[in-house]
């Protein structure tokens, strides 16, 4: 092939990529016919992205297919998609749909959730509609979200007990530790200036160890999960953090959730799907209430971990919201304020109220989940916490 035919084919495909942005019409510019496979994607992609309101484009263009908003074209659609595009574009493709057309109500159909890609945003739409759900999709809507929950447990369970029982077993340290127990870096850090140049070795003087996990008191770890509309993801993730941690027979684990109400659903630990549609995403906030029943269940503070995931936006009484996460903290208690739990970016919160935490000392951030296991070691250890950039 000469430099010249290389070229060609170079335009020719960026000329192809721009017609399947444009959408083409008169305005593209391109002067590209799409055919086969690529006039496929473009039907796919004009019956979401074309403008009107039934989904499609004018009939001057090309993109005019439309959903319709009924069962059997949105079937064909999802379909159609996942024959195209890969899961991660499908995914996102799907949350537009949803967003963009409405197409909410179609999901209560068991024909409609077998033809969709299970993920993160999908699983909050369709806790938020739990309560709509009739029995005959129940069973396949449980189905999904248990997909999706198998697949972030096999993601993220490993790495979180990896991390905390190292923490666990560090926050365990003792003064006169067995030979085994010794933490190296520790003793030899402290023991520095006990360097003899002549033998280039250290003296150790004092000895620094930990003690096992199944050895020390036990840790909690209490989860107060917003389940406003807006922290859906979060709730997902918190669920399946919530049942890793739960595992783990070192912490004793409690969740609870909370909107205007709160629930506790610890004992329903050990099956996070139970977790998820015991749930009532949307209403109210209340976070003084829920974390005053946080507070009424913690017996030793200086071993209690609180995890507050919430936007902060809070319609119960303010001052007192903040004087409990104040007496906590006075108490011993480790207190974690997380504005979101997902891969979200940036979210809304409440900045005023994310500003007295950070006054009391409990920093307020974002936190993805591959970070989480970091943040609960530090405050396991009692160590500042690995904030990721400022929000």
């Known amino acids: 092939m000469t430099a010249m035919q290389a070229a060609a084919g170079t335009d020719d495909e960026r000329l192809r990529r721009w017609r399947l942005v444009l959408g083409g019409g008169e305005a593209d510019g391109t002067g590209c016919a799409l055919t086969g496979r690529d006039a496929a994607m473009d039907a796919a992609l004009g019956a979401l992205y074309g403008g009107a309101a039934g989904g499609g484009r004018r009939r001057g263009g090309e993109r005019s297919a439309g959903l319709g908003g ?114 190296w870096d520790r003793t030899i850090r402290a023991n520095l200036k006990n360097y003899l140049p ?36 979060s709730v997902v993730y918190a669920s399946v953090f919530g049942a890793v941690l739960a595992s783990m027979r070192s912490i004793a684990t409690r969740l609870v959730v909370f909107d205007t109400s709160v629930v506790d659903l610890t004992d329903q630990l050990d099956d996070p799907v139970d977790v998820l549609f015991g749930t009532q995403l949307g209403g109210g906030t209340d976070i003084n209430r829920a974390l005053a029943y946080c507070q009424s269940k913690i017996t030793r503070p200086a071993d209690t971990v609180v995890v507050l995931i919430s936007d902060l936006y ?42 007295a ?11 993805t989940p591959d970070l989480f296991p970091e943040v609960m070691a530090a405050a396991i250890e009692k160590r500042p916490l690995p904030e990721p950039s400022a929000s």
Request: glycine letters at 6%; proline letters at 4%.
């Open 70 to 183: 009924s069962a059997p074209s949105v079937a064909r659609w999802l379909g159609d998609i996942r024959q195209y595009f890969p899961s991660s574009v499908v995914q996102v493709m799907q949350r537009d749909a949803i967003d963009r057309l409405g197409l909410s109500s179609l999901l209560l159909e068991p024909e409609m959730l077998e033809a969709v890609e299970p993920d993160v945003h999908l699983v909050g739409t369709l806790l938020s509609l739990n309560k709509a759900m009739p029995e005959t999709t129940r069973e396949t809507a449980r189905a999904v979200v248990r997909r999706v929950v198998e697949q972030l447990e096999k993601k993220l369970a490993s790495r979180t007990r990896a991390t905390l029982t190292g923490a666990l077993d560090r926050s365990a340290r003792i003064s006169r530790p067995r030979h085994r127990d010794i933490d």
């Open 198 to 233: 002549e033998y280039r070795t250290v003296v150790p003087e004092r000895l620094i160890g930990y003690g096992r996990a199944s050895q020390s008191v036990k840790k909690e770890v209490i989860l107060c999960i917003d389940q406003s509309g807006s922290m859906a993801a």
């Open 314 to 355: 809070e319609g119960g009484i303010r001052n007192e919201m903040l004087k409990r996460v104040a007496a906590m903290k006075a108490a011993g208690v480790q207190f974690v304020a997380l504005l979101a739990l997902s891969d979200e970016g940036a979210p809304s919160y409440d900045r005023e109220h994310a500003a």
């Open 357 to 367: 935490l950070a006054a009391l000392g409990a920093p307020a951030f974002a936190c």
